[in-house]
């Protein structure tokens, strides 16, 4: 008998798929890069964050001993919980598409984990202590300037330092800088006009995500700025692919997981934006 579908060549075809979500994971989530990872590793679900205060140095006289400086850090708990996606790959369809289903499947998994990955840390941003803007007003640079001045007095550096914004709200942005500096020598507001892109403000790097939802009022958005530290993930297990065969249905289950965290680790270090899009 001929033509048999044999392990090896569904191995094979699974091989593709995971190869493929893994690239889409580490490509789409813009959130992931841009907060602290953690590794959960031997046992239990959780990581323990320590978090040490800031201390200072003072001046002392010669021969003087120092005074003794006590070092109690606090610790945030990040706990990880399970999320997947799953879909049915009949041998029929395998068979007779046209297209690679694998990498098709692939990529509709990246992207749906990507996308947990990002609305998960992105909800974080309504934790944060502090405020800028208002939901009822467009985002303005003078409020990107409001936000930085608020993190650089904190002693945070820039380089490190980020802003996360709906692109509706980022309209507003880019509107108001090519606005703002219509007619001068301005490497921001020429760079806004020719492509879009923001690019920097302040010394802070600014990036746009449609995964951010809108507070249940049409045009208005929670954005964040917060430096690297101010939030985490812990990722216990990363994407994961596994199958199913299912005989009397001619058919693969295909399910997709990943176990992870997310956390709030210094308040301090982040700032929510709010702003209100002048366009629905």
């Given at each position: 008998?001929?033509?048999?579908?044999?392990?090896?060549?569904?191995?094979?075809?699974?091989?593709?798929?995971?190869?493929?979500?893994?690239?889409?994971?580490?490509?789409?989530?813009?959130?992931?890069?841009?907060?602290?990872?953690?590794?959960?590793?031997?046992?239990?679900?959780?990581?323990?964050?320590?978090?040490?205060?800031?201390?200072?140095?003072?001046?002392?006289?010669?021969?003087?001993?120092?005074?003794?400086?006590?070092?109690?850090?606090?610790?945030?708990?990040?706990?990880?919980?399970?999320?997947?996606?799953?879909?049915?790959?009949?041998?029929?369809?395998?068979?007779?598409?046209?297209?690679?289903?694998?990498?098709?499947?692939?990529?509709?998994?990246?992207?749906?984990?990507?996308?947990?990955?990002?609305?998960?840390?992105?909800?974080?941003?309504?934790?944060?202590?502090?405020?800028?803007?208002?939901?009822?007003?467009?985002?303005?640079?003078?409020?990107?300037?409001?936000?930085?001045?608020?993190?650089?007095?904190a002693g945070l550096p820039v380089?490190?330092?980020?802003?996360?914004?709906?692109?509706?709200?980022?309209?507003?942005?880019k509107s108001g800088i090519t606005?703002?500096?219509?007619?001068?020598?301005?490497?921001?507001?020429?760079?806004?006009?020719?492509?879009?892109?923001?690019?920097?403000?302040?010394?802070?790097?600014?990036?746009?995500?449609?995964?951010?939802?809108?507070?249940?009022?049409?045009?208005?958005?929670?954005?964040?700025?917060?430096?690297?530290?101010?939030?985490?993930?812990?990722?216990?297990?990363?994407?994961?692919?596994?199958?199913?065969?299912?005989?009397?249905?001619?058919?693969?289950?295909i399910v997709a997981t990943a176990?992870?965290?997310?956390?709030?680790?210094?308040?301090?270090?982040?700032?929510?934006?709010?702003?209100?899009?002048?366009?629905?």
């Open positions: 008998m001929a033509d048999e579908t044999t392990s090896s060549t569904v191995s094979e075809l699974y091989t593709e798929i995971i190869a493929e979500a893994m690239f889409v994971v580490q490509e789409k989530s813009i959130m992931r890069n841009l907060v602290k990872n953690y590794s959960i590793a031997g046992g239990g679900k959780s990581v323990e964050v320590p978090i040490y205060a800031a201390v200072a140095a003072a001046a002392v006289n010669e021969a003087t001993d120092l005074s003794n400086t006590a070092i109690n850090p606090t610790s945030v708990t990040i706990t990880a919980s399970e999320v997947g996606v799953m879909t049915t790959l009949t041998d029929l369809a395998r068979n007779s598409a046209t297209r690679n289903v694998a990498s098709d499947i692939g990529q509709l998994f990246g992207n749906a984990i990507a996308k947990k990955i990002d609305q998960d840390l992105l909800a974080l941003f309504d934790g944060f202590s502090t405020a800028v803007g208002t939901d009822s007003a467009v985002l303005s640079p003078a409020t990107i300037f409001n936000a930085a001045s608020t993190l650089r007095a380089d490190e330092t980020y802003c996360v914004v709906h692109p509706k709200v980022a309209y507003d942005l606005n703002t500096f219509a007619g001068l020598p301005s490497d921001i507001s020429n760079e806004a006009m020719r492509s879009g892109f923001i690019g920097q403000i302040a010394g802070i790097k600014i990036f746009e995500t449609g995964n951010m939802a809108n507070t249940g009022t049409a045009g208005d958005y929670k954005g964040g700025m917060f430096h690297k530290d101010a939030l985490g993930l812990a990722m216990m297990q990363d994407l994961k692919l596994e199958t199913q065969r299912d005989a009397s249905l001619r058919a693969d289950e176990v992870y965290g997310v956390g709030e680790l210094h308040d301090s270090y982040g700032i929510e934006v709010i702003a209100d899009s002048s366009i629905q």
